[in-house]
């Protein structure tokens, strides 16, 4: 079936916009995740929902991040007033539910840069 | 993440073994797994391992855990140029969902 996928997969935008990211994961899975990679660096947790519940921001690095999951499927990361530093690969995972032995598969990023 | 290590790059001749080394540092992870990045695409799960386990194979690919040291190594037999990448090492508690990942290993296979 149909993997996790990610639009746009490329976003440039100026310093000061509002971008939104979009994710839709598998379908059927439950649990749906955020994740944040750098240039050179492994994806870092941002956030994290179980059906349309957001279970953990605690990734989240300020205010100006926010993620939503209305109806337990797509899911939208919004950034307000983007700054140079949140450039990067933005990755969404999806899992069939909530468990430890329960595989995250990833869908194919989407490239932020902030001019 | 902080805490789980990976050295960066690894350069090995088609048809050799690579070998990719991780280190963690907590105690409480129970889950390991090895995910590979090709450019353009998402991160590929291709094997995990849990914490009561020393090893576990699949196809071309063996998963050593050596749960003492902290360490877990993948190694993969025959390499071919299909399997230049970035690899990532990650780790996961027991009851959490959060994945930490290390920097990720560089494959580059040579002709």
């Known amino acids: 079936g149909a993997g996790v996928s990610q639009s746009p997969r490329y976003k440039v935008t100026k310093r000061g916009q509002d971008v939104a990211l979009r994710c839709d994961p598998i379908?059927?899975?439950?649990?749906l995740y955020w994740y944040r990679q750098a240039l050179g660096q492994g994806p870092e947790f941002l956030t994290y929902?179980?059906?349309?519940?957001?279970?953990?921001k605690s990734g989240l690095p300020n205010d100006r991040f926010s993620a939503e999951r209305p109806e337990g499927s797509i899911s939208t990361l919004t950034i307000q007033r983007t700054e140079q530093r949140d450039s990067a690969m933005y990755r969404c995972?999806?899992?069939?539910?909530?468990?430890?032995?329960?595989?995250?598969?990833f869908g194919p990023g989407t490239r932020l840069t902030v001019l | 993440g902080e805490d789980v290590e990976q050295s960066l790059f690894l350069s090995v001749r088609e048809g050799d073994s690579s070998v990719i080394n991780c280190t963690y540092t907590?105690?409480?992870?129970?889950?390991l797994y090895w995910y590979k990045q090709e450019p353009g695409a998402g991160l590929q799960l291709l094997t995990y391992?849990?914490?009561?386990?020393d090893m576990k194979q699949d196809q071309r690919l063996t998963v050593l855990l050596n749960k003492k040291d902290k360490h877990l190594s993948l190694r993969i037999a025959d390499t071919q140029t299909g399997d230049s990448a970035i690899y990532f090492c990650?780790?996961?508690?027991?009851?959490?969902?959060?994945?930490?990942f290390g920097a990720g290993t560089t494959v580059t296979v040579r002709a």
């Open positions: 995972a999806s899992s069939l539910r909530t468990s430890s032995t329960d595989t995250q598969y």
């Open positions: 379908s059927g899975h439950v649990s």
């Open positions: 929902f179980n059906y349309e519940a957001q279970q953990d």
């Open positions: 907590d105690s409480s992870s129970t889950y």
């Open positions: 391992i849990f914490s009561n386990m």
């Open positions: 990650a780790e996961r508690a027991y009851n959490d969902y959060k994945l930490s």
